[in-house]
């Protein structure tokens, strides 16, 4: 008789410990933080048109942080948990790199105040925050940077369990200067001979718009040039101008700053030169009322023209008489009336250039090359400016016997050299991501030049013009 035995196989039981915070931040961790996308921003006091400084921080975008504001608000943005109107909500912070990569802060900026950023329905600034908006704010705050230090935005007093911070590689340049160059071509243009040819000229701009950054004024002292060089010296259209002078609004709640300034402008050999002293004032249209007429897929206009005003005293130290012109008054007054509208865009050319394959394509990021991000297609690919203005000469009589008026304009057309194709492997460095350091402008002009005893001309011109 066989005894059959059966294995028995001892029974192993494995016990799992499962934590209630399983994908969750554990009870006294600190919660990994949302990353901020933070940027700076210049804009000017007013009415003293002191230079200030901004940080704008994007609180509806990217998704992490549209979704930390819905719980950071709550359900009642009148009375959120967490408020964005307040500078104790934020802190920034000048930061330094440690070598285990860490960020440690050196010291910490004040924030002056908060600027909530877009209107309501009723076209009323925002004074609240509700979830995605505004979409963005800016911490005013006095710089006192150097040129290497970096910034870093927090956000402060968040709910429990969320944390908000940028990445703390923000530098702020508060550089108060600007300059352009622009090299064109003038064909048939007019000499102060009577006689015409085709010449190039570099039209040169510079302005230091806060001579006096180390001084606290109530006014504002700026240093400006605009210069117009020739390869032929007899061009009616060579000048230069070198200003100083002083500026401050008037009215605490419409924009309207006077100027008084001194300058010193002739043709680019001196034959002609005068000292002009004026006093001025500029303003702008309202403009509410254009949002539907002048903001669309056709033309966007978001500003309107600046017009400015000035009452000029001229002092003619040389003066050299141009073929069919007088000898002007040696002491002078004009009244000079300006229009300059330089912020309007076509927005459909973009489409079109795409057509025509003259624009660039935007690409997707590259997995294999860290860091690379892609490119967006060009949002900006064609533009205008248009400025006009006039010359009232009581003192400068016509051959009529009749008080002398000089009326002037022109307009232009400018193409970013970032959208251009063709551009990218010509001229790689101006061609970079940025609209505004490089374009084409093309521009025809009916001018008047103060510079050079109100020479006239009607010519074309077209170059590069350079930004910084």
């Known amino acids: 008789m066989k005894t059959r035995l059966n294995k028995v196989w001892p029974m192993v039981t494995i016990s799992i410990a499962v934590s209630p915070f399983w994908g969750q931040v554990p009870p006294g961790a600190a919660p990994k933080p949302a990353a901020l996308s933070v940027g700076t921003e210049s804009y000017y006091r007013y009415p003293s048109l002191e230079p200030a400084a901004a940080i704008s921080v994007q609180l509806a975008d990217p998704a992490p942080v549209y979704d930390l504001m819905k719980k950071a608000i709550g359900s009642d943005p009148h009375n959120p948990l967490w408020d964005c109107t307040r500078p104790s909500s934020y802190k920034v912070a000048v930061v330094s790199r440690q070598s285990d990569g860490s960020l440690k802060d050196v010291r910490i900026l004040k924030i002056t105040s908060v600027a909530l950023q877009g209107n309501d329905d009723t076209g009323k ?195 050299l008489v141009a073929a069919g012109s007088k000898l002007l008054a040696i002491d002078d007054y004009s009244l000079n009336p300006v229009a300059n509208w330089s912020s309007v865009r076509f927005p459909w050319a973009c489409t079109v250039f795409g057509w025509m394959h003259i624009t660039q394509k935007g690409t997707q990021p590259n997995p294999s090359k860290p860091g690379d991000k892609g490119t967006q297609p060009p949002q900006y690919c064609l533009g205008t400016e248009l400025n006009f203005g006039g010359y009232y000469l009581p003192l400068d009589l016509t051959e009529a016997q009749h008080q002398r008026v000089e009326g002037y304009g022109d307009v232009s057309i400018l193409i970013p050299l970032s959208g251009l194709s063709f551009a990218s492997k010509v001229f790689p460095y101006l061609s970079s991501n940025d609209p505004a350091k490089s374009q084409i402008r093309i521009k025809w002009s009916d001018s008047v030049n103060a510079a050079n005893n109100y020479a006239r001309d009607r010519h074309w011109t077209y170059g590069i013009e350079l930004i910084k």
């Open 125 to 319: 600034r925002l004074r609240y925050c509700d979830v995605g908006s505004p979409g963005q704010v800016q911490l005013i705050f006095n710089p006192d940077l150097g040129s290497k230090e970096t910034l870093q935005v927090t956000l402060v007093g968040l709910p429990e369990g969320s944390a908000a911070k940028s990445d703390g590689t923000l530098q702020y340049n508060d550089t108060v200067l600007s300059f352009s160059a622009t090299p064109q071509a003038a064909p048939s243009d007019k000499l102060r001979n009577g006689k015409t040819r085709d010449t190039g000229q570099a039209k040169v701009l510079f302005s230091d718009s806060n001579l006096l950054s180390s001084v606290q004024l109530p006014f504002n002292v700026y240093a400006k040039s605009s210069d117009l060089f020739s390869t032929d010296e007899k061009d009616s259209q060579s000048s230069f101008s070198a200003a100083v002078g002083l500026q401050r609004g008037i009215f605490p709640r419409w924009f309207a700053p006077i100027h008084f300034d001194e300058t010193v402008q002739g043709n680019q050999t001196a034959t002609n030169l005068s000292n002009v002293a004026s006093l001025g004032i500029t303003t702008l249209l309202p403009w509410s009322w254009s949002a539907r007429l002048l903001y669309n897929s056709i033309i966007q206009a978001p500003l309107p023209p600046d017009l400015t005003i000035g009452n000029q005293y001229t002092h003619r130290i040389n003066q």
